[in-house]
């Protein structure tokens, strides 16, 4: 089971754009730092090695079975922001677009690949955050590892008990 919620990885090189689906992702620190698992028969990979750029992007429930159908095909054959219907809005401080019906959009850059027990594992550095506060439904989704995923339910409010941590909240 991947615990964190299913998130989009969009690149861009040499005026062409590009989307993947990520479930293997870890939150590394607050500031932020994110590590992704990605694999080489994604385009994605080779295009992050050579742009050391991207936008990592939260897509709400809405979007679940658009990001589904966006990892099940490559960015070689199909465009997938025209495919899906999805806005690219230009970054702050990257190449790779913000794709604007996203809850959260994350310009991170490349700070390292490291490979474990032959994966690769990404880590990417924050470097500018956007949100979008128009959404009334803040709900993301969860992948379970055998094509199952679950959307999120109630949120619990639990900032007053995070008495160490203010700092992070
Ligand atoms: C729900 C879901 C989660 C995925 N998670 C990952 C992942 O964590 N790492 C990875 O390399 N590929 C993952 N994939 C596969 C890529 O999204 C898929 O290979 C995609 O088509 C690559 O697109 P590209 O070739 O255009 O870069 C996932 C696919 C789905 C449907």
Redesign the pocket.
């Known amino acids: 089971m991947e615990s964190s919620p299913?998130i989009l990885l969009s690149i861009a090189y040499r005026g062409k754009q590009?989307?993947?689906?990520?479930?293997?992702?870890l939150s590394m620190d607050f500031s932020p730092m994110v590590g992704?698992?990605?694999?080489p028969?994604?385009?994605?990979?080779h295009t992050l090695l050579k742009t050391k750029e991207c936008v990592l992007s939260i897509p709400g429930a809405d979007l679940l079975k658009t990001?589904?159908a966006?990892?099940?095909?490559?960015?070689?054959e199909v465009d997938?922001f025209a495919k899906f219907g999805l806005t690219p809005y230009p970054a702050a401080k990257v190449k790779a677009p913000l794709i604007g019906e996203c809850l959260k959009n994350l310009e991170c850059k490349l700070v390292k690949k490291i490979t474990v027990q032959g994966n690769e594992l990404f880590v990417l550095q924050g470097v500018a955050a956007w949100h979008n506060p128009q959404r009334k439904d803040q709900r993301t989704f969860h992948?379970r590892g055998d094509g199952h995923f679950i959307v999120d339910g109630k949120t619990h409010n639990l900032r007053r008990r995070m008495t160490s941590w203010q700092d992070c909240i």
């Open positions: 299913v590009n989307i993947m689906t990520v479930s293997c992702h992704c698992m990605l694999g028969w994604d385009t994605s990979y990001a589904v966006i990892g099940n095909c490559s960015g070689s997938k992948a």
